[in-house]
T-cell receptor
Framework: GQNIDQPTEMTATEGAIVQINCTYQTSGFNGLFWYQQHAGEAPTFLSY????GLEEKGRFSSFLSRSKGYSYLLLKELQMKDSASYLCAVSRKYGGSQGNLIFGKGTKLSVKP | ETGVTQSPTHLIKTRGQQVTLRCSSQ?????VSWYQQALGQGPQFIFQ???????GRGNFPPRFSGLQFPNYSSELNVNALELDDSALYLC?????????????FGEGSRLTVL
């Protein structure tokens, strides 16, 4: 079966660094996504890892270890607007198309002044 | 470039009724996926359509069905509504074989079943 675990909630201070962890167990692993979702809005793409290692994109970085079934999202120089839910999602190969995503429950991040 | 659009944005139904939700995919995207997101949960995969055919299905009963049209737009139909069907229904489009398989989500249709 598939299982994705991430913390339910986290709190951090404006300007700080926060790391959101995600562990997964799934068959047919194709890649790992992180999405950001503000309350009442659609998820928006943050990052994609298919190979082991760190992918950096501005203030956000994402890390993947396929052998450990582990990923993290690192947010630097936190801003108030970063308060949102962060969804870890695993992609699996499906037929002739790109994989469908299996999402975790999301981590609600609150950034405080 | 037109993003993913969904309609209606909000609707209220009663148990046993049927509902149809609509989605227009992002320009050039021929794959559409539907997700159900209950409050406080991550999105759950319902099914995916590619070239007008179902191309993968999650753990949802047959009363959840869908269609994809030649212009790549899609519908999600739910029959015999139950209280637990109350959720945000998200449509996402993508390009098969794209660089990342990234999904582009619409704003969702929030369904309340009374």
């Amino acid at each position: 079966g598939q299982n994705i675990d991430q913390p339910t909630e986290m709190t951090a201070t404006e300007g700080a660094i926060v790391q959101i962890n995600c562990t997964y167990q799934t068959s047919g692993f194709n890649g790992l996504f992180w999405y950001q979702q503000h309350a009442g809005e659609a998820p928006t793409f943050l990052s994609y890892n298919v190979l082991d290692g760190l992918e950096e994109k501005g203030r956000f970085s994402s890390f993947l270890s396929r052998s450990k079934g582990y990923s993290y999202l690192l947010l630097k120089e936190l801003q108030m607007k970063d308060s949102a839910s962060y969804l870890c999602a695993v992609s699996r190969k499906y037929g002739g198309s790109q994989g469908n995503l299996i999402f975790g429950k999301g981590t609600k991040l609150s950034v405080k002044p | 470039e037109t993003g993913v659009t969904q309609s209606p944005t909000h609707l209220i139904k009663t148990r046993g009724q049927q509902v149809t939700l609509r989605c227009s995919s992002q320009s050039g995207h021929n794959t559409v996926s539907w997700y159900q997101q209950a409050l406080g949960q991550g999105p759950q995969f319902i099914f995916q359509y590619y070239r007008e055919e179902e191309n993968g299905r999650g753990n949802f009963p047959p009363r959840f069905s869908g269609l994809q049209f030649p212009n790549y737009s899609s519908e999600l139909n739910v029959n015999a509504l139950e209280l637990d069907d109350s959720a945000l229904y998200l449509c996402a489009s993508s390009l098969p074989g794209g660089n990342t398989g990234e999904l582009f989500f619409g704003e969702g249709s929030r369904l309340t079943v009374l």
